[in-house]
């Protein structure tokens, strides 16, 4: 199972899901010890945010997203690249790894003004 993380300079979870260009993503395998992380760095153009859905993209495969925040936008978008969302207060990405890896739930996300703002957006959001 493939899951990415959204971070913010691969070190912390990142806020907001849709402009986060830094990923870390973790290629699972049931009973093996757990993969170091492959380090991804988006171009401005493969920000999800903007992309424009015309071709390949590095989070493709990627079956769970890790974020801080997201827009529903954002996640309608991942859902329809086969991803599922989950949001986290959690701040660490290897804390959240190795709790969705162990079935427990994730602390709570803190509040964030933008996400707000990207509900708003999301009302006339293409996706």
């Known amino acids: 199972m493939k899951i990415a993380i959204a971070t913010q300079r691969h070190a912390c979870v990142s806020g907001h899901a849709g402009q986060s260009r830094e990923w870390l993503i973790y290629d699972c395998m049931p009973g093996q010890p757990l993969p170091p992380a492959q ?3 988006l171009e401005k153009a493969q ?3 903007h992309f424009d859905d015309s071709g390949p993209h590095p989070l493709d495969g990627v079956e769970i997203v890790v974020a801080g925040s997201a827009g529903d936008g954002f996640i309608r978008h991942m859902q329809k690249r086969g991803a599922a969302v989950l949001l986290t207060g959690e701040t660490d990405p290897a804390a959240a790894l190795a709790k969705i890896l162990a079935g427990e739930a994730l602390p709570d996300t803190r509040f964030d003004v933008t996400t707000t703002l990207c509900k708003l957006r999301d009302l006339f959001s293409r996706h």
């Open 39 to 41: 380090r991804i760095t």
């Open 47 to 49: 920000v999800l945010h």
